[in-house]
T-cell receptor, first 113, second 115 residues
């Protein structure tokens, strides 16, 4: 089955700086890669996603890049703000989406004022 | 629309007790799935369903049963709770797709403690 590795487990950046979180996956059949933000006591919330036929996607301060050959994808957050502090999870989906998400273990992003 | 609704939000069980975690969605999604979240482990798939009457095992199915009698509901049953099942449980629904977006939507979770 699919295996998703996520790094780093904790990331501390100064407010206004950029943050990058990286994930690798093992199953070349995976075709959809969402990123979730989870705040304390809440469920994961989708913040951005990318399909396997796209190399990069941007939504305001958030961007995701995908390298299918190397089987890795990354989340980029620019101009970080205090409200960006949370745990971020990458995930991968294969097989038409029927058999669930495989998650990375999460990155705790801390924005220092 | 309420999205995905999970009940209860909190539960304390004694070892050996049974209970059912409820999950309901109102988005007419075909697919539903259950995950558990443990510190440092991310979310791991327990069971999933591609439609009414069809279920399958995920990465960590032992100790859990599921059934899918309707499109809307996907309950998770613990037949004999163990301390190792102390966790936060999330239910999700999604729809078929080709190359995404599958519309995965998560509930707010059930925090279960087994003593």
């Amino acid at each position: 089955g699919e295996n998703v590795e996520q790094h780093p487990s904790t990331l501390s950046v100064q407010e206004g700086d950029s943050a990058v979180i990286k994930c690798t996956y093992s199953d070349s059949a995976s075709n959809y890669f969402p990123w979730y933000k989870q705040e304390l006591g809440k469920g994961p919330q989708l913040i951005i996603d990318i399909r396997s036929n796209v190399g990069e996607k941007k939504d305001q301060r958030i961007a995701v890049t995908l390298n299918k050959t190397a089987k890795h994808f990354s989340l980029h957050i620019t101009e970080t703000q205090p409200e960006d502090s949370a745990v971020y999870f990458c995930a991968a989906v294969s097989g038409g989406g029927a058999d669930g998400l495989t998650f990375g273990k999460g990155t705790h992003l801390i924005i220092q004022p | 629309n309420a999205g995905v609704t999970q009940t209860p939000k909190f539960q304390v069980l004694k070892t050996g007790q049974s209970m059912t975690l409820q999950c309901a969605q109102d988005m007419n999604h075909e697919y539903m799935s259950w995950y558990r979240q443990d510190p440092g482990m991310g979310l791991r798939l327990i069971h999933y369903s591609v439609g009414a009457g069809i279920t399958d095992q995920g990465e960590v199915p032992n100790g859990y049963n599921v059934s899918r009698s309707t499109t809307e509901d996907f309950p998770l049953r613990l037949l004999s709770a163990a301390p190792s099942q102390t966790s936060v449980y999330f239910c999700a629904s999604s729809r078929p797709g080709t190359g995404g977006n599958y519309g995965y939507t998560f509930g707010s979770g059930t925090r279960l403690t087994v003593v």
